[in-house]
């Protein structure tokens, strides 16, 4: 790229971010296209600390799917059975963990999402992809539903 393009791109971003510092996301330039719908979905009203634990599991999770995933494609079943159990399976501290929750039904969701982890886990163990993926797909659906659902 020539000097003065890339002045100029630097300049334009900026100004893009700058911009976007001060303004409404639906306000910014690049989102008038876009429709600005209101975020319905159920908050948890958690303390600070709380979120920032909870933000944190939920990362947890998503990096033990992704090792899941990673661990069905090379072949490695146990591992990723191992995985399932231990970093997403309902252990008796993910169980107490839930239940300090204060809404039910997240409560609820929570419990089942951990129960279908070590279901995952189970499947995992044959070594049978077709079925390790449905068992997956159906921890997944937990995820999914979570977050349609809820918001921090």
């Given at each position: 790229m020539k000097k003065p393009l890339l002045t100029l791109t630097i300049l334009l971003l900026t100004g893009t971010f700058a911009y976007a510092e001060d303004q409404p996301l639906h306000h910014?330039?690049?989102?008038?296209?876009?429709?600005?719908?209101?975020?319905?979905?159920?908050?948890?009203?958690?303390?600070?600390?709380?979120?920032?634990?909870?933000?944190?599991?939920?990362r947890e999770h998503l990096q033990a799917v992704n090792d899941i995933?990673?661990?069905?494609?090379?072949?490695?079943?146990?591992?990723a059975s191992q995985i399932a159990h231990?970093?997403?399976?309902?252990?008796?501290?993910?169980?107490?963990?839930?239940?300090?929750?204060?809404?039910?039904?997240?409560?609820?969701?929570?419990?089942?999402?951990?129960?279908?982890a070590d279901e995952l886990g189970d499947v995992l163990k044959t070594g049978d992809i077709n079925k390790s993926l449905k068992a997956l797909n159906a921890t997944m659906n937990?995820?999914?539903?979570?977050?349609?659902?809820?918001?921090?």
């Open positions: 910014h330039p690049l989102m008038q296209d876009m429709e600005v719908t209101k975020d319905s979905r159920t908050t948890l009203n958690l303390r600070a600390p709380v979120r920032e634990h909870q933000l944190s599991m939920m995933i990673s661990d069905i494609a090379r072949g490695k079943f146990e591992d231990q970093k997403l399976g309902l252990t008796p501290e993910m169980k107490k963990m839930c239940n300090r929750y204060h809404n039910a039904d997240f409560r609820k969701l929570g419990l089942a999402f951990h129960q279908s937990y995820c999914l539903q979570c977050h349609a659902t809820f918001r921090q």
